[in-house]
């Protein structure tokens, strides 16, 4: 693919709006963008044309903020515990039961 800079400047790929680039890198063009969230990167320009790049690195924070999702056995209670996003669901004596409930869980909220 190639790249014409000039027609990219100010265009909006993902959160990213790209400000400059850099071209003396020939082989690896650096887009200077701004992100919606007001933060910065400097990625590849190829990377966020192609949306390999698609934020300044927020949009993985709020994934990670989620948290975890899973089954897991509880020994204290002696109980198969889920937990969706961090967040405690419930207690059940079998874990396919368990499992059930958090494949529930994950198919409300997509
Ligand atoms: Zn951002």
Redesign the pocket.
Known sequence: MKLNSEKLLGKQFN?LTIEEIDDHHWSRKIAFCS?????H?SPRLSDVVRGHTR?????NKKRAKKGKSLVHWNSRRRKYEVIYQGKHIGFFYEEALAKQVLLTQENKNV
Do not use: Y
Request: hydrophobic share 15%; glycine share 24%; proline share 0%.
């Open positions: 959160l992100c919606e969230c007001g933060g990167t934020s300044c690195g927020c949009l």
